[in-house]
Each structure stands twice: as structure tokens, then as C-alpha cells.
């Protein structure tokens, strides 16, 4: 099983730009659908991206977020633009079979991180 970890997190003020990398180890992220979500406090964990040969992305980041793979490194990155308040939430980076039908849904993730916390002031 893949072990993930996230980075890149922070504070920043609205229309801001954020860089998550989510950094694997045990397994290659090329064996794996991977895959984005976040939580905002008293909210459900929401599907954000994922890439399995190509992006897919939520309605609500499209045009704004890029979702890339780096195999030589191993790691998977969320390119975040123009940040909104919205957008405040932990992010969790996952894996998931390449055989999976949805990328959208969390609950067949096999692995998570820990998640990194992002926060957008207005």
C-alpha cells in the first residue's frame, strides 16, 4: 500500500496562488488513480480533482486548479489559482485503483494523507 504525505499548505489572501505536493512512498503513484479532496469545518469531504491519464475536477475549481503527476519524484501536486474563501478547507491527497470507474467518489480511496490546511483571507 502506498503511503502519502501532504505539503504546501498555508495562509494566503484571496486571488493567491498555492502549490499542494503529495509526496508517495512504498508504492509508485504511477500504479494508481490518485486523487484530491478537502473539508471545511462542518462539512463533508468533497471531491476536488484527481488524474488517472488525464484531470477531472470539480465544477467549483475548474479553470482555477490543475491537478499533475511527477513520476520521477513519485509525488502528485494540486496547482491552486486565484484562490477564493471558498476554497478554506484541509486537503487530502489520495490513491486509489487505476481500474476504479469514478474517480469522483472518496469512500474506495485505499490511501490518504494526513491532509494540509489551507486558508484563503478575503
Known amino acids: 500500500q502506498v503511503q502519502l504525505v501532504e505539503s504546501g499548505g498555508g495562509l494566503v489572501q484571496a486571488g493567491d496562488s498555492l502549490r499542494l505536493s503529495c509526496a508517495a512512498s512504498?508504492?509508485?503513484?504511477?500504479?494508481?488513480?490518485m486523487g484530491w479532496f478537502r473539508q471545511a469545518p462542518g462539512k463533508e469531504r468533497e471531491f476536488v480533482a484527481a488524474?488517472?491519464?488525464?484531470?477531472v475536477y470539480a465544477d467549483s475549481v475548474k479553470g482555477r486548479f490543475t491537478i499533475s503527476r511527477d513520476n520521477a519524484k513519485n509525488a502528485v501536486y494540486l496547482h491552486m489559482n486565484s484562490l477564493k474563501p471558498e476554497d478554506k478547507a484541509v486537503y487530502y491527497c489520495?490513491?486509489?485503483?487505476?481500474?476504479?470507474?469514478?474517480?469522483?467518489?472518496?469512500?474506495?480511496?485505499?490511501?490518504w494523507g494526513q491532509g494540509t490546511q489551507v486558508t484563503v483571507s478575503s
Open positions: 489520495a490513491a486509489k485503483s487505476l481500474r476504479a470507474p469514478n474517480l469522483t467518489t472518496h469512500y474506495d480511496y485505499e490511501s
Open positions: 512504498g508504492r509508485a503513484v504511477s500504479s494508481y488513480a
Open positions: 488524474i488517472r491519464w488525464s484531470g
